[in-house]
């Protein structure tokens, strides 16, 4: 399986209005329920005002779509992870899955899941 890294560099944040999100910044991630928005985005984009803000995340996405039959692909990942102790922030879309580590154990994390049999890609 291929996994694509994300060039930026990441913020997790709670939003205090879907107004201040700049809706055409890529990747962008928006997660709106009764109890906050939240918001993954690159630092240098995220929204004026947030209610808490963590920076310092970076990312990969599983290549291709994914089919909803397909059962197990996002465990497997974050359990190579987990046995490295190394914490995640999981995102899915319609097409695939993004997995977000803190920066300082990217690596470390890439070079886990690559011993694992995973293809790294890096760059477009």
Known sequence: MELQVLDARLTVC???SIDDIDLNCQPLFVGITDEEISVVCQEDKAPAVTEA???G???FRICGELDF???GILSKI???LAEEKIGVFAVSTYNTDYILTKEE???RALS???SK???IKRGR
């Open 112 to 114: 886990a899941l690559e």
């Open 105 to 107: 154990n990217f690596e």
């Open 14 to 16: 709670k939003a205090g």
């Open 57 to 59: 995340w970076r990312g």
């Open 117 to 119: 049999g995973y293809t």
């Open 53 to 55: 803000r963590e920076d």
């Open 78 to 80: 974050t359990a190579v």
């Open 69 to 71: 039959s397909l059962i």
